[in-house]
Each structure stands twice: as C-alpha cells, then as structure tokens.
C-alpha cells in the first residue's frame, strides 16, 4: 500500500511540475495565412447585414425574370457595340471604379450593359492562334467567319501579308454592314480608333495584312499587283463608299504625305491622293449631300442642323483619338453615337450601326488601368445614350468584346476600397504593399535593378493618380498582350434570347442578321414573309411561274 502511495505521489508532483512548465512558455503563435485576412471596409450598408435584404433582392430578380416573355419581332435596326479589350475583369474593375466616382462604394454599381437582360459567352480564338488580335476577331464578329491572326475580312485560306490571298475574290467575307446594304437599309460606324484599325476595317475591307492602313504601309511589289490598302478600300470601293456614317481617328491613312498651304494636316499616303477630297466627289457623283467633319465643334452644328446631310465623315484626329480624360475638341463615343443614330433613324427600313470603343484595349497595352476603366466608363455612356434613342420592341443591341487582357483584380482588399489603389489587409511578404489592379506581362517592371519589388507607394506617379502610370506587371514586355480567356455578350431587343450559353464569337453576327432578317434564313416577322417556309426555293419557283402567267394573261 505504501508503495502504491509513493507512486501516486510521484506522478501528481511530474503533472504539477509539466502545468508549471507549460504556464511559464508562451505559446508559439500560428503564422498568419493570406485566407486568414481580416476586412476593414469602409462600411457596410446596414440592410445588407440581414438576410432577409438578400432573400428579397433575390425574389424581386426571380420575378422579373418570370415576367420576361420571348420578343420574337423582327429587329428592324441592329446595333453592335465591341468594347476592345473590354475583359470580364474589365468589366468589375470598370463597374466598381464608376460607382466609387460617384463616391459610393462601388462594388454594387452596375454599367448600363450590365442591365441587359440577357448574356453569354463568346470564345475567341483565331483559327492558327490560342490568344487572338483584333483583326481575326472583327473578322470573326462582323463577318461571321474565323480567320488567321493579323488578317481582316478574308478567310482561312489565306497567308498573312500575301497579295495573291488578298486579291482572290472567293477568299473575301463580307461584314454585315454588306448584308444590311444589300436589304436596303443604311449603315455606319463609329469608332475610337484610327477608321482603318482594325476593328472598323472588319467593316469594309479584305487585307491579308492588318498594318496595311495606307499605301505607304503596303509593300511595292503588293502595290504593283493591285493590293489596295485599307483606307482607299473604305473611300472607294463597296461597301465603305455607301456607308451613311463613318466617324474616328486616322485621318493621316487618308491624306497625302505633303504640306498643304490651307492645311496643317500632313498625312501618310505616297501616292498623293486626298481621299477625303475623293469621298467629296464620290457623294457628288451619288447627287448626295454630304459633310466632312474634324472636330466636336463642327460636329454638334451638323447634329443641330435641321438639315442632316446624307453621309457624314469625321475624322478627329490625325492618329486614334486621344482618351477621353486628355481630350480637347473631339466628341465623346457617347456624341458620336447619337449624331449616328440620329443620321441613321431617317431610314423606313431600318439602320445597322457599329460602335468601338476602342482604346479601352490600347490604355491596357500601356498597363494604363486608370485610362482603360475610365474608357469603358465611357463605353458603357455610350449604349446607354443608344438605349434612350431606341425601343426594345424594334431595335437589337449586342454588346460584346473582341478578346481579353490579362489584368486582374485580386488580393483580398476590404469593400469599398480603392480600385485603383493598394490592398488594404495585408502586405506581401516582403513587408511591402501591393495594387489590387495588376498585369500578367507588360510595360511596368515590378523588380528594380537590385531584384527586390518595387514599393508602389513610394512612387509619385502612383500616389497622385497619374494617367500615365503603368501598372506592375510579372512579366517585362514591350507592349501588354491579349488574354485568351472568353468576352461577354449581352443583348437586349427582338431575339435576344438567342445569345444565351456559351459559343463561337462568329456566330454573334448571324445571330443579329436571323434577327434582323438580313439572310435567306427567315423567321415569321420578316417583313413579306409570313412564313419562314415561304423562302425556299421552290416557293420562289412558284410565285416567278405565277408572276409569269399573270404576265402572259395580260398581254392576251
């Protein structure tokens, strides 16, 4: 018994002596993750911490879908709008960066497009590429066929940069803007851009070389084998000559590499020609009233003019225009939207307008986030200046991108802060901190030459909101690329709902011709076709042999 005492004694004191022990050491903290983050938002909206303001605001979303019913009517005018380069973190980044100017948070800010009631998605590729340009992709949205990188308006079968391609006829694809002019009804485009980029080239023209904007950029030999270059396709030939409409940039592809004595505009061309003094004798030759624009001014006394001409050129500047937030003099897309819808609308049998914004993709080459947010801001002004000036019942609007970038959004940052600054729970690792807003490859080194990252807060540029910052990307590059990831899509009018699920960009443009009732392939609105069966070949066998018999008995 005493031994079991003893024993007792022993392993009561080693338990004592282990709490003691344990009391006195201070526990090992557990390192912090980056999930372990804890969010200081600027605030919280006091609704949204109760159930029930989520359960509601899913219920009213349930109802307003159950009130929405097919439109079925034929779109009797078709708007397509492409944000270039407008990504889906574009999009975020864009919605949040809006709603906080307007001093809100900005996460639950919504651009115009983001109303639409309906959306899918589009995948991008070019046939020979997995991350596209913007030359196969208008291509691809506009003419409804995919093509090769670097190539506009011409199919697969050709070689980028060769003339014999480019001159083949049975290569050509020809735009949507074709398809409406050969049903009668007028057409235009409005761009950001240069009028030849290549956005607004998949318009008009068939080049096996995306760079070909002007004959000095044409090599002597395409030259002298017909090549034609994209500017003189657009003032010259179908079907660019018969657009009502044709507003941008790029005014240089158009004019003569000379010194005017009543011009300071010196152009590109090596072959002398004035193709705006071409497209002036073209309209008179067409008996058409026509107007030449180069600047907002001249351009809002066309809009007030209680005598709209029958086409418009307005070319703004010598290169793209410039960005909105530096711009002097030039028009808003918004603007320039307006004045076409407005040029457009004055036809019975309907109108198909396309608009680009298009330097949303150029401030991302630059690692510009601030420019490119600010660009799709606009974007998104723009169609809703469209919706104002249209009705659902009669008029398709798409809206879309041409491909990606490869900027995103990320970190962990707390609601409400910043877009384009910093996040706010945590440093990285090396203790510095970091932008919520960041590029896969680009212009912005993130190392300096001693091999550690550079702390953006100590950068001038960055603290004061410079439009010039580039933002920090991974990896050095001359320019920023594409992303190979798919664009939006969103639709609102007559056959919207056929741009649901996911699929090929170029089925996009047939989905607004079927709409539109632009191809052989009718639906039961089309005007003076009752029937989709009534557009087939035999019918129209039968109705020529009546037409023929009628014919025959009056002449008895």
């Known amino acids: 018994m005493a031994r079991i005492l003893i024993t007792l004694f022993f392993v009561v004191s080693a338990v004592l002596v282990a709490n003691v022990a344990t009391e006195n050491v201070e526990p090992k903290p557990r390192p912090k993750k980056v999930l372990d983050t804890v969010m200081t938002p600027v605030y919280i909206p006091a609704e949204e911490k109760h159930g029930s303001y989520w359960k509601k605001s899913a219920v009213n979303t349930l109802r307003e879908k159950l009130k929405e019913t097919p439109n079925i009517n034929k779109a009797k005018n078709g708007i397509l709008f492409i944000g270039d380069g407008m990504s889906l973190a574009t999009v975020m980044a864009a919605r949040t960066f809006s709603g906080q100017l307007d001093r809100g948070l900005g996460e639950d800010s919504i651009l115009e497009f983001e109303n639409f009631p309906v959306s899918g998605l589009a995948r991008t590729y070019c046939i020979d590429a997995q991350v596209a340009d913007s030359a196969c992709t208008a291509t691809s949205y506009l003419t409804g066929v995919k093509t090769k990188y670097g190539v506009v308006g011409l199919d697969g079968n050709v070689t980028r940069g060769s003339c014999d391609s480019q001159r083949h006829p049975p290569n050509w694809t020809p735009s949507i803007g074709q398809w409406a002019l050969d049903q009668g009804l007028d057409v235009g485009f409005v761009t950001t851009t240069r009028v030849t980029h290549a956005s607004p080239a998949g318009m008009y023209a068939h080049s096996s070389e995306r760079n070909w904007e002007s004959d000095a950029d044409v090599p002597t030999e395409c030259l002298a084998l017909g090549c034609r270059d994209i500017a003189s396709q657009l003032i010259m030939s179908t079907p660019g000559r018969h657009y009502k409409v044709i507003m941008g940039g790029g005014r240089r592809e158009l004019l003569p590499n000379v010194t005017s004595p009543i011009s300071e505009n010196k152009g590109r061309r090596l072959d002398g020609i004035d193709l705006t003094e071409l497209w002036h004798v073209d309209k008179l030759s067409m008996n058409a009233t026509h107007q030449y624009v180069t600047d907002r001014t001249d351009l809002m006394k066309v809009f007030n003019s209680d ?146 990252r550079l702390d953006v807060t100590k950068d001038k540029n960055f603290i004061t909101r410079d439009l010039d910052y580039s933002y920090p990307s991974l990896v050095p590059l001359d320019s920023e690329t594409h992303g190979g990831e798919d664009v939006p899509v969103y639709a609102s009018g007559p056959w919207q709902h056929l741009f649901t699920a996911s699929y090929e960009q170029n089925v996009v443009p047939h989905l607004m011709a079927y709409a539109m009732c632009l191809t052989e392939d009718k639906h039961k609105e089309c005007a003076g076709h009752h029937s989709a069966g009534l557009n087939t070949q035999p019918t129209r066998t039968i109705l020529l042999s009546l037409s023929v018999m009628v014919g025959l008995r009056l002449l008895i």
Not at 364 to 387: F, P
């Open 307 to 452: 005598d709209l001409p029958e086409y418009l050129l307005g070319l703004f500047h010598d290169d793209h225009m410039d960005y909105h937030l530096k711009a002097k003099n030039q028009p808003t897309l918004e603007e320039m939207v307006e004045v076409a819808i407005k040029m457009l609308s004055r036809n019975k049998r309907g109108y198909f307008l396309f608009v680009e914004g298009g330097r949303i993709d150029h401030a991302h080459h630059d690692s510009l986030a601030h420019l490119a947010l600010d660009e799709t801001v606009e974007y998104s002004k723009a169609v809703k200046k469209a919706r104002s000036l249209t009705n659902e019942d009669d008029t398709l609007i798409v809206v879309s991108a041409d491909h990606a970038h490869t900027m995103t959004v990320a970190g962990y940052p707390s609601r409400g802060n910043d877009i384009l600054g910093t996040v706010d729970t945590a440093n990285s690792l090396d203790g510095k901190a970091y932008t919520t807003i960041s590029y896969a490859n680009g212009k912005a080194v993130s190392t300096g030459e001693d091999g550690t």
